[in-house]
């Protein structure tokens, strides 16, 4: 690609890798820019918080899988999938944290879970072996790329294998900067729900949104 055909801009949108990406928004010194192709807004890569704070970040998390609340909240990504899985799957919880409640609930409904996570759960063997379905949730704002992470999971599910995502969704461009999600310093890619349809059109894959947040695609 030729400089030309990149519109003045720097670098690739990590989540599309289209030469779309422009300044969006500066706050507080941190550096945003908008893909005008899947219309994520991403964290300038100078801004990433360091592997240190987001440990501290992710350890001061308090993901109890008996608290009521936290489960009616994984519940909300639970439930579609579970509706869509056959009995007695295998799958994997990509990024699932100190506390994986997602993992126990979906073993409670009958399906064998391996877990994966950088930080807490850094199994290798994880990610050698396929899977009939895949779960990410609250993970994909933590991507710093996510395109790779995408590709990445592609090669972990089978043929017609479902990737479940929650991920709050980037809606109003008046509140970002007050927005919770965005003040997470460890947040550093947003989605619109335009932009995970995006991700499941390019590689083919069949995408839908069953609630708020939450996106079920299936593999071709």
Not at 73 to 98: I, K, N, S, W
Not at 109 to 114: C, L, T, V
Not at 130 to 156: N, W
Request: with cysteine; charged share 25%.
């Amino acid at each position: 690609m030729t400089g030309d055909d990149r519109d003045g801009c720097e670098i690739p949108c990590r989540v599309c890798g289209e030469w779309t990406l422009l300044p969006f928004r500066v706050i507080d010194g941190q550096a945003y820019w908008r893909c005008h192709t899947c219309r994520a807004t991403l964290l300038d890569p100078a801004n990433f918080p360091s592997e240190q704070v987001e440990r501290a970040r992710y350890e001061s998390h308090r993901n109890d899988p008996t608290d009521p609340r936290y489960r009616a909240f994984l519940g909300r990504l639970a439930e579609p999938l579970l509706a869509r899985l056959p009995a007695a799957q295998c799958g994997l919880d990509y990024g699932c944290g100190p506390g994986p409640a997602l993992a126990q609930m979906l073993r409670e409904a009958g399906h064998a879970m391996r877990l994966w996570d950088p930080f807490f759960h850094p199994d290798e063997g994880a990610l050698k072996c396929v899977y009939d379905f895949v779960t990410c949730t609250e993970t994909a704002e933590h991507f710093q790329h996510p395109m790779k992470e995408f590709s990445r999971i592609d090669g972990l599910l089978k043929p017609r294998g479902w990737l479940a995502v929650m991920t709050t969704f980037q809606t109003d461009d008046a509140r970002f900067e007050q927005w919770y999600y965005r003040r997470d310093p460890t947040h550093v890619s947003f989605y619109t729900e335009f932009t995970l349809q995006h991700i499941a059109r390019s590689r083919g894959w069949e995408c839908e949104i069953p609630a708020a947040n939450v996106s079920i695609m299936r593999k071709a």
